[in-house]
């Protein structure tokens, strides 16, 4: 058994989410390589050889890797994927993206945003916005497989920092091009890493109110999702939205404010330890999931919460 | 330009969905079934994008049961010009599926083809990308807008943190994210219109294609659930029940 791992970073940093996905590797079985794919990203290469459970650590450092272009990530994993059995990635945005490219030109069925590893062919996968879980067997040779990073703690800390090789570059495939990135500037913390969230939906009514949020967020130390709803509405950017479509998350606490929930909400937080909802609707589907809920006005609870907590 | 959308029928995402008591599957007899809303907004792309004088034909392909014509129907009711179904009972996974479509894709030959990012049955998020890797085309996945020129798109893809920018040469395949337009509702007119559009019939064996499925399904759960919660009477006792009991903050 061996296995690689592809590691999303910003050239300096990991990203959340591959520190999972090297847990789950972990429970493949195996030895365990790291490919640090992009531009100027030998400071990534460097923390990720010290994350337990790394026995090795590839670097391709080169321009065509930038933005992690699925057409070139592809090419380089199609090359060295031979020795490996596993071909894994979190499933973020940027594992979604090229790893069914890579499956396909392995003619091999991915496994798509496990939930936990039963043996090294054997998976459970949430389907149907998480209504369903799934107990598959993949029969092919090579499994690639995406990983939901919320069903696996990140892994931490080694003793020995792993070696690092440079990987030979592949050409740049040439049919597509890497235009840039406008990202959302937010001094809070990462969804997907936060300890607490507390998210705004329809309720919130419009952008301007939207921001009551933000004292209490403050004061919890916590990162700000949305529902589809608010997004759409166009209280904050795409990025925040949480659910099916949007991010899977699971802090330590989810406070779900003016948020009916829909299952297709509930699919991206429901795994939260604890949930506190706040809706007027004393029938609102989202206390079906909550720990602890409040039925009044979100206008007179947020301000009143956000004094509380001093 | 010919443009090529695909269309999956699936359960409705309003119902909630049952396993079946043996744990072999979801129940699906006497269940509402629609259009993939990902595919729909697919669709309705191709028709803007035909309505704007860009694109000349916009063919539909859905894989699976009979009943997948109601869906291709629906896609033709939005403005799709003709239909074809790729029918079986069997279980079509997404590899088998991108193959299923690059046999099609070969013959009907294309300069685009739109897809749903993800169905939201299996919710696998593949076939797109997968269909642009046996043709090896470029793809863009979770695009929010295309625009087209003769030889390339630009495209804006919905990413972690925010929006990417990218231009992928022509032919291409992009699969829509959710704000990439909002779908038009079908008429009655359109839908009578609908019902004379051209359907083709085809079985996956005519295509020389290998379905067998690579993952076997060992067993179908519903998740754990959760423990009940309380209600709350006000803020104190909130965060009383924060501290003393939950002990988050
Ligand atoms: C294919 C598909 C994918 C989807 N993916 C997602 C996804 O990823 N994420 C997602 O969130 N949704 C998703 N949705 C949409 C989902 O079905 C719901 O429409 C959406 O989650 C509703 O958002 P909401 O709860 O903010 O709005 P609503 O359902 O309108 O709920 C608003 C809530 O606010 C409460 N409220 C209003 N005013 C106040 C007040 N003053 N004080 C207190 N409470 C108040 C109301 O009682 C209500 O419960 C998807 C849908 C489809 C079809
Ligand atoms: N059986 C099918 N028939 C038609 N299109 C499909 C089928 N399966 C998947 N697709 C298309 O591929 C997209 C991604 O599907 P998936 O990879 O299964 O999540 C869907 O949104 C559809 O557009």
């Known amino acids: 058994m061996s296995v690689l791992v592809i590691a999303e970073h910003d050239g300096h940093q990991l990203k959340p989410g591959t520190a999972n996905a090297i847990t789950a590797a972990a429970l493949l079985g195996g030895e365990i390589t790291v490919l640090v794919a992009g531009l100027q990203c030998a400071p990534a290469a460097q923390v990720v050889a010290s994350v337990a459970g790394v026995s090795k650590v590839l670097l391709a450092d080169a321009p065509q890797y930038a933005g992690f272009l699925a057409e070139n990530m592809t090419a380089l994993v199609l090359s060295i994927a031979k020795n490996y059995t596993h071909i894994v990635a979190a499933a973020t945005g940027m594992g979604k993206n090229f790893m069914p490219r890579v499956a396909a030109l392995l003619d091999v069925q991915q496994i798509s945003d496990i939930s936990s590893v039963v043996s090294a ?123 099916q479509t949007g991010k899977i998350v699971a802090p330590e606490m989810y406070v779900a404010v003016g948020i009916s929930g829909a299952i297709q909400h509930l699919a991206g937080m429901k795994d939260s330890k604890v949930i506190v909802a706040i809706n007027k609707d004393a029938e609102a589907p989202i206390f079906s999931v909550a720990s602890y809920w409040i039925v009044d006005d979100l206008f007179k609870v947020v301000p009143d919460l956000t004094t509380e907590l001093g | 330009m010919k443009v090529l959308v695909t269309a999956k029928r699936v359960i409705d995402p309003y119902v909630k969905v049952r396993v079946k008591s043996d744990g072999t599957g979801v129940e699906t007899a006497n269940v509402k079934m629609t259009i993939n809303p990902f595919c729909e907004i697919a669709v309705e792309q191709a028709v803007r994008m035909k309505e704007a004088g860009i694109v000349t034909e916009i063919v539909v392909v859905s894989v699976g049961v009979a009943q997948s014509q109601e869906t291709l129907r629906t896609a033709m009711a939005m403005g799709a010009d003709r239909g074809i179904l790729v029918e079986s009972a069997q279980e079509i996974q997404p590899l088998a599926v991108a193959k299923i479509l690059k046999a099609i894709v070969d013959k009907e030959q294309p300069r685009l083809v739109i897809m749903g990012k993800q169905a939201i ?61 909002e779908p038009r509702y079908v008429t009655l007119p ?43 009477a006000d803020v104190k006792e909130l965060v009383a029940k924060l501290k003393n009991e939950a002990r988050v903050i």
């Open chain 1, 121 to 243: 062919d054997t998976f459970v996968r949430p389907t149907y916005a998480g209504n369903v879980m799934t107990t598959v067997q993949s029969v092919d040779s090579i499994k690639v497989i995406t990983v939901r990073a919320t069903a696996f703690d990140p892994a931490g800390n080694a003793a020995a920092a792993a070696p690092i090789e440079n990987v030979a570059h592949t050409a740049d495939v040439g049919i597509s091009k890497f235009e840039g990135q406008e990202l959302t500037k937010s001094a809070r913390p990462e969804l997907t890493a936060a300890r607490v969230i507390v998210s705004g939906g329809r309720g919130m009514g419009s952008a301007e109110n939207f921001k009551i949020l933000d004292p209490l967020a403050d004061k919890l130390g916590a990162a700000v999702g949305a529902s589809r709803a608010a997004v759409d509405s166009g209280f904050v950017p795409n990025d925040y939205q949480v659910g």
């Open chain 2, 190 to 232: 359109n839908i009578m219109k609908a019902k004379k559009k051209p359907l083709e019939n085809i079985k996956p064996e005519a295509l020389g294609v290998d379905i067998a499925p690579r993952l076997k399904t060992l067993k179908v759960q519903e998740p754990s659930s959760r423990s009940a919660g309380v209600k709350v």
């Open chain 2, 121 to 181: 049955d299996d919710d696998s998020n593949q076939c797109g990308q997968m269909l642009a890797a046996l043709l090896g085309w470029p793809q863009a996945t979770h695009i929010s807008s295309v625009t087209l020129a003769a030889d390339s798109a630009q495209i804006t893809r919905e990413i972690d943190g925010g929006l990417e920018k990218l231009t992928v040469n022509l032919p291409a395949v992009v699969t829509a994210d959710l704000r990439l337009n």
